[in-house]
């Protein structure tokens, strides 16, 4: 199956900006469709931005013109821009992604969580 692992997050000031990648990892994979979660404490995960299989992009409305979502298909990566960031936007980010992966014989659909990366938004 695919492994996704989170790398990019950190601490920053408010009106800074990040840049989360996700490497995605495995034999026999064709990823549909990607996107960032993130939770802060006490609050449920919510979706942040998407790509659909591989073409539309949709975004939370908390995010909208500050973040950007994009993947590099050759690097089997996905990228997070966040931009203009404020301390609300503080929380663990989620890579997740939904995709067909193969034993060499046949193909079966799932979809795989990574670790998550902390992202810190404070003065």
């Known amino acids: 199956q695919v492994q996704l692992v989170e790398s990019g997050g950190g601490l920053v000031q408010p009106g800074g900006s990040l840049r989360l990648s996700c490497a995605a990892s495995?034999?026999?994979?064709?990823?549909?469709?990607v996107g960032w979660y993130r939770q802060a404490p006490g609050r449920e995960r919510e979706l942040v931005a998407s790509?659909?299989?591989?073409?539309?992009?949709q975004y939370a409305d908390s995010v909208k013109g500050r973040f950007t979502i994009s993947r590099d298909n050759a690097k089997n990566t996905i990228y997070l821009q966040m931009n203009s960031l404020e301390p609300e936007d503080t929380a663990v980010y989620y890579c997740?992604?939904?995709?067909?992966?193969?034993?060499?014989?046949?193909?079966?659909?799932?979809?795989?969580w990574g670790q998550g990366t902390q992202v810190t938004v404070s003065s």
């Open positions: 495995g034999s026999i994979f064709r990823i549909n469709t």
């Open positions: 997740h992604a939904d995709y067909a992966y193969s034993n060499g014989i046949y193909w079966s659909n799932s979809d795989s």
């Open positions: 790509i659909i299989r591989g073409a539309s992009t």
